[in-house]
């Protein structure tokens, strides 16, 4: 394999949207609010194209879609900081994840804005 062969490969999952049980306020606590996750994952040098074609030599963005959502709708988690954390500590645990970034939104806590936290770990 030569330098051509291969490159710096991330993964992008973007607004992936569903309820979660998250917040402090009375009203986040008696029902779920939608939240709006994205995420980059980086896999560092990679080959430009898998050897053989094979979904079991790559990361199935299928699999992250799904942690993500398992991880936000598991339990109630009073903080955002909280939740990303757990998600970000979940991604990296990946096969040959070298860093994660992922934010998260509230998109209806206030009228007028969406609160977001974004995290980053790992290598990038």
Avoid at 47 to 74: G, N
Avoid at 83 to 98: E, S
Wanted: net charge negative; proline share 4%.
């Amino acid at each position: 394999m030569t330098t051509f062969d291969i490159g710096l490969q991330t993964l992008s999952l973007t607004g992936l949207r569903f309820d979660a049980n998250l917040g402090i306020l009375a009203h986040e606590k008696t029902a779920p609010q939608p939240i709006l996750v994205d995420a980059e994952i980086n896999m560092g040098q990679q080959p430009l194209a898998p050897s053989d074609d094979d979904i079991m030599h790559v990361l199935d963005y299928r699999k992250v879609r799904q942690i993500i959502i398992d991880e936000c709708t598991a339990e109630h988690v009073n903080l955002l900081e909280t939740l990303i954390g757990k998600v970000a500590q979940r991604l990296m645990q990946l096969p040959n994840v070298r860093g994660v970034r992922v934010k998260i939104a509230k998109l209806e806590i206030f009228d007028d804005c969406e609160v977001a936290i974004r995290t980053e770990t790992g290598q990038w």
